[in-house]
Nanobody, 123 residues
Framework: QVQLVESGGGLVQAGGSLRLSCAAS????????MGWFRQAPGKEREFVAA????????YYEDSVKGRFTISRDIAKNTVFLQMNSLKPEDTAVYYC????????????????WGQGTQVTVSS
């Protein structure tokens, strides 16, 4: 059974930082892309960041560039999202996803999803 488990969410004041983790089991990411998506109340799920497992090439949504960094720990089969300079508009449930995808920004192309972790940024 493939499982992706996110952790690291919480409540933080604007300007603060959080580090999200996504630990995988039951699957190898050798040929996968890994992505972070988020969904705020009343909004569609949106792309945040993604990384190709093999070469580490990273992609970011424009609003998080320079603030968020996606990375991976190959040995631990874990992907991270370091979030700095957080803003209230970053508040959402953050989901980790994995899949054999070519378009890393489209949620519908991913095969596996975590349960999500809540990130709340207060002003």
């Amino acid at each position: 059974q493939v499982q992706l488990v996110e952790s690291g969410g919480g409540l933080v004041q604007a300007g603060g930082s959080l580090r999200l983790s996504c630990a995988a089991s039951g699957v190898t990411f050798n040929n996968h892309a890994m992505g972070w998506f988020r969904q705020a109340p009343g909004k569609e799920r949106e792309f945040v960041a993604a990384i190709r497992w093999t070469d580490g090439n990273a992609y970011y949504e424009d609003s998080v560039k320079g603030r968020f960094t996606i990375s991976r720990d190959i040995a631990k089969n874990t992907v991270f999202l370091q979030m700095n300079s957080l803003k209230p508009e970053d508040t959402a449930v953050y989901y980790c996803a994995a899949g054999l995808v070519l378009d890393l920004t489209r949620a519908s192309k991913y095969d596996y999803w975590g349960q999500g972790t809540q990130v709340t940024v207060s002003s």
